[in-house]
């Protein structure tokens, strides 16, 4: 919430167990399900290259709470805290402080979106509910629409099995006052099943005025008979968290752990339910989904010695239908997926008093749009992918309105080569509207054009028994780049920028040498950069982008070293990086790099499973956000140092 406040309202802001992604299973031959790429379910061998898949297993033997911990540990995702909050912001592929923005997720494959700058509430998903995440870096596009340059994350909630009757009961309490509690229940009989869970969190946090509490629920009824399926998901989640706010490099020295805000604070609430369906006619599947979101926002900051109170409020409503046809053309086995989106989304702010420069406001925005996507076999070895989407997007923000006819696009070429290697190469278009916050504070006040971006892509791939590998290389240049910069307009605003560009190469390896040990690396290289512009007399040509670290890495071990026992250790380096309002690259340090490694051991009997999990085991003092806005030299997060946590849970059949 502070990073709503920081960017909206200037001013007001400045107040594991390793895991082991699908790509160490490669031993077993086990094909993973995936759905992200195409919107249908189909075998991970069919889905781009890079793809990566967390499953429920390795999520539960981590030693992660919330779901953007999951994506930290064991997806390869950076994070970021800016706030204090567990709602960490994500970035795939270097876009710094608008990684959210330019990342999509999907709950079930329903966009999560709140048209402001907060970050997801992804931590009110209670994991126990997370059959398996999907993370598809670059990818999304034509499928899903606005935000996914980066890529598109997809949270894929639990189905119970036929005859399925299971459940769950953990609880775990550890340093800085950490508790949580989960709970969880799936039935069914041949056709009819329920799932249902609960979790709760707490803790008072490395800081001072750090205290975050969060409850939630989730759920599902489904039905499936034949060619039929419905099934109806609902959640809701309720969190209340007081903000610390940053440090200054003198406090980060002599008090690390306090706090310059001890009345700032917020909370939020969500809740969600979609009815999706789907049939299969003559070898034609027909899907749908109907979704509709609410939910409420506030925090209160001190400025000045008066209380500054930021609301919103917002609702969604949105229907996807889409089809999938498997046929051939000219001889070639084909595969045809045509589908359309209608999205409706209303927000309202709120500032009191109100704050120069911001109203309150109403925003509505209603998007219809159009995709196709063709899959064409032109050889056993040779497979053509191309896929086009038509988006229309109207939006009313106070007395501005603004319409905008989008496109993206998709060409891609995968070729086998040989029985263990292949390679691919992409082409593609995307784009991104700027939310409410972000058309609040703009230097004229007219609303922002949209952001584009055109992709040249290629990897290869290596897999055989026990190893699993790829390399992929990625070139993105971008047009009318939405961002904050802090050195026009007065105070800084939010601006298309002048061309951009980020470059990188991913690397994925998974390794099982023999069945007691799987190792798995993750490491991307990324460069992010504007390729021309002047602001207010400034000229960053050439300049890095801020909150980029070029280097970032994953090194997974687990070892099963008894058949009821398991060791694991998660090791993750992140490079230096520009601070935050550096765009002028004129501040003569950058935010130090740093390592974090977390152990956990995991002991299970009889249906129970006892873990303790040392974090942060070689207590590395760091942050994952710093800025110069504001800030004498800089300001930055602390996070917090080595802390030991234990659980236990006991599943049931």
């Not at 639990?158 to 769950?168: D, F, I, T």
């Not at 939020?268 to 979704?291: H, I, M, P, Q, Y």
């Not at 207590?619 to 802390?643: K, L, M, V, W």
């Amino acid at each position: 919430m502070q990073r709503i406040t920081r960017r909206a309202s200037v001013g007001l802001a400045l107040l594991a167990v390793p895991f082991s992604t699908n790509i160490a299973h490669a031993q077993s031959g086990l094909d993973p399900i995936v759905v992200t790429a195409s919107r249908f379910p189909e075998h991970r061998l069919d889905a781009p290259i890079g793809t990566r898949v967390i499953t429920a297993d390795e999520i539960s033997d981590s030693t992660a709470h919330t779901v953007p911990d999951v994506l930290s540990k064991l997806g390869g995702v950076h994070v970021r805290d800016s706030s204090g909050s567990p709602d960490v912001q994500l970035d795939l592929r270097g876009f710094g402080i608008t990684g959210d923005d330019n990342t999509l997720v999907l709950l079930d494959g329903v966009r999560i979106d709140l048209l402001e700058l907060s970050p997801r509430g992804l931590s009110g998903i209670p994991l126990n509910m997370v059959d398996r995440i999907e993370i598809l870096p670059g990818g999304g596009a034509v499928q899903y629409g606005a935000g996914a340059t980066g890529g598109t994350i997809n949270i894929i909630t639990k189905s119970p099995a036929k005859n399925e009757r299971s459940g769950a009961l953990y609880a775990g309490a550890g340093g800085l006052h950490t508790n949580e509690y989960r709970a969880t229940a799936a039935l069914r009989g041949d056709a009819f099943g329920a799932t249902f869970g609960v979790q709760r969190f707490m803790s008072d946090n490395y800081r001072e005025n750090n205290r975050f509490e969060q409850d939630s629920a989730m759920g599902a009824l489904l039905w499936s008979e034949d060619a039929s399926r419905v099934a109806l998901r609902f959640g809701a989640s309720e969190q209340f968290a007081n903000f610390p706010g940053a440090r200054t490099e003198a406090q980060l020295k002599s008090d690390r752990r306090g706090t310059d805000t001890p009345d700032d604070h917020g909370q939020k609430r969500n809740s969600f339910a979609t009815l999706s369906g789907g049939v299969t006619l003559e070898g034609v599947d027909l899907d749908a989904d109907l979704s509709y979101k609410e939910g409420e926002r506030s925090s209160v900051n001190v400025f000045f010695g008066s209380p500054t109170e930021y609301a919103t409020e917002y609702r969604s409503l949105s229907v996807a239908p889409r089809a999938r046809w498997n046929t051939s053309m000219f001889g070639m086995p084909t595969q045809w997926i045509v589908g359309g989106d209608y999205y409706d989304w209303e927000w309202q702010s709120r500032i009191t008093p109100a704050f120069p420069g911001i109203s309150d406001g109403l925003v509505e925005q209603r998007s219809k749009a159009f995709y196709v996507h063709n899959r064409t076999e032109l050889t056993r070895s040779t497979r053509l992918d191309v896929g086009v989407r038509a988006q229309r997007t109207e939006t009313q923000h106070g007395d501005a309105t603004d319409t905008r006819s989008l496109y993206a696009n998709e060409f891609g070429l995968r070729q086998k080569l040989g029985e263990h290697w292949t390679a691919h190469g992409k082409l593609s278009r995307s784009y991104r509207l700027a939310n409410a916050d972000e058309n609040a504070l703009t230097p004229t006040g007219d609303l922002l054009r949209p952001q584009t971006a055109r992709t040249k892509e290629v990897g290869i791939e290596y897999r055989r028994a026990g190893v699993r590998a790829s390399v992929n290389a990625f070139d993105i240049k971008l047009k009318n780049e939405i961002a904050y910069i802090p050195f026009i307009a007065g105070f800084g605003a939010n601006t298309n920028l002048s061309p951009t560009r980020r470059r990188g190469i991913e690397t994925v390896l998974g390794w099982q040498p023999t069945r007691d040990w799987d190792f798995s690396v993750i490491h991307t290289v990324t460069s992010a950069r504007f390729r021309e512009g002047v602001y207010d007399g400034v000229d960053v040509s050439g300049n890095e982008v801020p909150l980029v670290p070029r280097h970032r890495t994953s090194v997974n071990a687990v070892w099963e070293f008894h058949k009821d026992a398991k060791l694991g250790i998660n090791y993750t380096y992140v490079g230096r990086q520009r601070y935050d309002g550096d765009q002028a690259n004129l501040y003569s340090h950058r935010m130090p790099s740093y390592e974090i490694v977390d152990l956990r051991l995991a002991y299970t009997y009889k249906g129970w499973t006892l873990a303790g999990n040392l974090l942060n085991a070689l207590n590395e003092r760091y942050y994952s956000y710093g800025t110069i806005d504001f800030c004498a030299s800089f300001c930055a997060y602390p996070q917090a140092g080595r802390t030991f946590f234990a659980s236990a849970e006991y599943r049931f059949r």
